[in-house]
Structures are given as structure tokens and as C-alpha cells.
């Protein structure tokens, strides 16, 4: 089982984006849910993360651009990308956080880039 990520793509700097992720419900039903991303030639990073209640976590980097959320009914996890910088270049994932090894799919690619 993996978890699919989607709605990456081009962007001007400034711009926007929504990524979505859509898991099975045993895996998304009361979990930690979180987005990574990956820069080429750095480690794999946490960016959000949102408890099954709604209370977020945010790393200093995308604090006050990023907003994640969820709707369990559809078993979705949204990442919500706005002032996005040439920095925010990156694959971006969705896992459960901690992460499951198991669970990584291929992601989705945002380039932020004029």
C-alpha cells in the first residue's frame, strides 16, 4: 500500500498550489498525517503534519505560507501552498508521521521557478 500524492507542478514564485493525498482508511483513520519533500541533493524533510483532531505541526521554513488539512469522510490530506519560494522546490510526499518506510509512494514534483 502507498500513499499517492498529487496536484504538484510549475509555478511562478509567489504563486500557489493545493497537493492532495488520498489514503485507505486503516491507514488514515485516527493517524498523525504528514507532507515531506525532498530537495535534490538533501535529506527527506517533514514540512506539516495534522492529527486526527486537526491540531497542526509546521516547520520553521514553510510557517505561515503553508496550511495542511484533512477531511476524513474522504480519507484526504490537503497541503495547501501559498508565497511559494524557489526554495519550496522539491518532490513532496504524504505519509503517516512518524513515517512508515512502506508507505512512501513516488510523489508529486513543485518547481517554483520564473
Known amino acids: 500500500v502507498q500513499l499517492q500524492a498529487s496536484g504538484g507542478g510549475l509555478v511562478q514564485p509567489g504563486g500557489s498550489l493545493r497537493l492532495s493525498c488520498t489514503a485507505s482508511g486503516s491507514i488514515f483513520s485516527g493517524s498523525v498525517m504528514g507532507w515531506y519533500r525532498q530537495a535534490p541533493g538533501k535529506q527527506r524533510e517533514l514540512v506539516a503534519s495534522?492529527?486526527?483532531?486537526?491540531?497542526?505541526y509546521y516547520s520553521n521554513s514553510v510557517k505561515g505560507r503553508f496550511t495542511i488539512s484533512r477531511e476524513n469522510a474522504k480519507i484526504t490530506v490537503y497541503l495547501q501552498m501559498n508565497s511559494l519560494k524557489p526554495e519550496d522546490t522539491a518532490i513532496y510526499y504524504c505519509?503517516?508521521?512518524?513515517?512508515?518506510?512502506?508507505?512512501w509512494g513516488r510523489g508529486t514534483q513543485v518547481t517554483v521557478s520564473s
Open positions: 505519509n503517516k508521521n512518524p513515517a512508515y518506510p512502506k508507505f
Open positions: 495534522i492529527t486526527s483532531g486537526g491540531s497542526t
